[in-house]
Structures are given as structure tokens and as C-alpha cells.
């Protein structure tokens, strides 16, 4: 996938994953650390959004390990986490950046060369929807996106979701109309004040 969708797959998984670990889904430094490790993987491309930033190592792990080699592994996924931790970095930092790390290996798989997940064993999985940059792309992140948006906790975190990862600015219309447009506000309807009638009676005389 293009790193654009990469990016909102990273966000669109930790607003879903960070309520059930009890970590703030809201804190833009967890959600940059999220973000950070969904473009991660990439850096085995050197003409990657990472791996222009990051040469000339991604130019070595290029050569060395070829792209969707050992960097899109679960051997990847469990070596980061055993670094960072064993680095002394809190569950905080780590576990966005897993997070993201894992949306991008899950979001490659939707693509038709898939993943060798077992790297270095042989054998790639795949459940192809749809080509890495084709026109079908974002309508299969639209859709993941948009069960991410119907997990979301609170309006609040919804709202979050939707200006993080931008998706009113490329969504297909009907979720853009479905997503973008603002929550109507239910007035309730005041109620009326039965009239008083003044009366014209006297009371009785003594």
C-alpha cells in the first residue's frame, strides 16, 4: 500500500487498540508513534516516503533483504518490541509504535504479492483486495476505516479520527456524507405553559 494509506491504517488501529490497553487513544505523541511505526516497515524500499529519509540505510536493507522481506516478519514485529523494551522505553512509547508496525504489515496483505510472514521461512500470504496505488485502494481503507470509526469509544475520539487521517479529503462520497457530515442536534421542543385565566368570579360575600 501507498504510504499515505499506511498512515491512516497506523492512526485508524491505535484509536481502536489504545482504549483496550487503557492508554489515552487521544495523545497526538502515542498517535505519532503510531504513525511512525506504520511507515516503518518501509524502510527495506529506498524509494519509500522512510526510506528516502532514512539512506543509505534503506538502500543497504534494500540489498541485503530485499523489499516485504525481513522487515514486513513477524520476526520484525517481535525483535522492535524486545529492542525498544529492553532499551529501557515505556509501554507508552512501545506499544504504538507495535501497533502501527502491525496495521502496515496487516494492510500489505490485503495486496496481492502479500507477505512472507514467517521470514526466513518460504512461503507468502496474502488475501489480495486490491493493488498497492490502484483506484480500488482507498475504498478498501475507507472501509477499514470506517469500522474503525464504529469502534470508536466516544464522538470526541471519532472526531479525532476523522481530521487525523484525513479521510473527508479522498473518501468515495456516500462515506463522506456517511462520516464528514456534522452529527445533527436534536432540540427538544419547549413545552407550553398551559395559559392562566384570570377569573372573573368573586368569592362569596359574608
Same mark, same amino acid.
Given at each position: 500500500?501507498? &504510504?499515505?494509506?499506511? #498512515?491512516? *491504517?497506523?492512526?485508524?488501529?491505535?484509536?481502536?487498540?489504545?482504549?483496550? *490497553?487503557?492508554?489515552?487513544?487521544?495523545?497526538?505523541?502515542?498517535?505519532?508513534? &503510531?504513525?511512525?511505526?506504520?511507515?516503518? %516497515?518501509?524502510?527495506?524500499?529506498?524509494?519509500?516516503? +522512510?526510506? =528516502?529519509?532514512?539512506?543509505?540505510?534503506?538502500?543497504? /536493507?534494500?540489498?541485503?533483504?530485499?523489499? !516485504?522481506?525481513?522487515?514486513?516478519?513477524?520476526?520484525?514485529?517481535?525483535?522492535?518490541?524486545?529492542?525498544?523494551?529492553?532499551?529501557?522505553?515505556?509501554?507508552? /512509547?512501545?506499544?504504538?509504535?507495535?501497533?502501527?508496525?502491525?496495521?502496515? *504489515?496487516?494492510?500489505?496483505?490485503?495486496?496481492?504479492?502479500?507477505? !512472507?510472514?514467517?521470514? %526466513?521461512?518460504?512461503?507468502?500470504? &496474502?488475501?489480495?483486495?486490491?493493488?498497492?496505488?490502484?483506484?480500488?485502494?482507498?475504498?478498501? #481503507?475507507?472501509?477499514?476505516?470506517?469500522?474503525?470509526?464504529?469502534?470508536?469509544?466516544? %464522538? =470526541?475520539?471519532? =472526531? #479525532?479520527?476523522?481530521?487525523?487521517?484525513?479521510?473527508?479529503?479522498?473518501?468515495? %462520497?456516500?462515506?463522506?456524507?456517511?462520516?464528514?457530515?456534522?452529527?445533527? =442536534?436534536?432540540?427538544?421542543?419547549? !413545552?407550553?405553559?398551559?395559559? +392562566?385565566?384570570?377569573?372573573? !368570579?368573586?368569592?362569596?360575600?359574608?
Amino acid at each position: 500500500m501507498m &504510504a499515505g494509506s499506511h #498512515v491512516a *491504517l497506523g492512526a485508524a488501529a491505535w484509536f481502536v487498540v489504545a482504549p483496550r *490497553l487503557g492508554l489515552p487513544a487521544m495523545d497526538p505523541i502515542p498517535l505519532a508513534l &503510531a504513525v511512525a511505526g506504520a511507515l516503518l %516497515p518501509d524502510i527495506d524500499h529506498p524509494k519509500s516516503w +522512510v526510506g =528516502q529519509r532514512l539512506r543509505p540505510l534503506s538502500t543497504m /536493507i534494500a540489498a541485503a533483504l530485499g523489499h !516485504r522481506g525481513a522487515t514486513h516478519s513477524l520476526l520484525a514485529v517481535a525483535g522492535c518490541g524486545w529492542l525498544l523494551l529492553h532499551g529501557g522505553y515505556s509501554r507508552g /512509547i512501545v506499544a504504538p509504535i507495535l501497533v502501527g508496525y502491525l496495521s502496515h *504489515l496487516a494492510g500489505d496483505l490485503l495486496t496481492p504479492r502479500g507477505l !512472507r510472514l514467517a521470514w %526466513p521461512l518460504k512461503g507468502t500470504w &496474502a488475501l489480495p483486495l486490491c493493488r498497492s496505488g490502484s483506484p480500488f485502494e482507498p475504498l478498501v #481503507v475507507a472501509t477499514v476505516l470506517l469500522w474503525a470509526w464504529c469502534s470508536a469509544a466516544t %464522538p =470526541q475520539t471519532r =472526531q #479525532v479520527i476523522v481530521s487525523a487521517t484525513r479521510i473527508c479529503a479522498w473518501a468515495p %462520497p456516500e462515506l463522506v456524507a456517511a462520516l464528514c457530515s456534522p452529527p445533527r =442536534q436534536l432540540h427538544a421542543r419547549p !413545552r407550553k405553559r398551559p395559559a +392562566v385565566v384570570a377569573s372573573t !368570579r368573586s368569592g362569596p360575600r359574608g
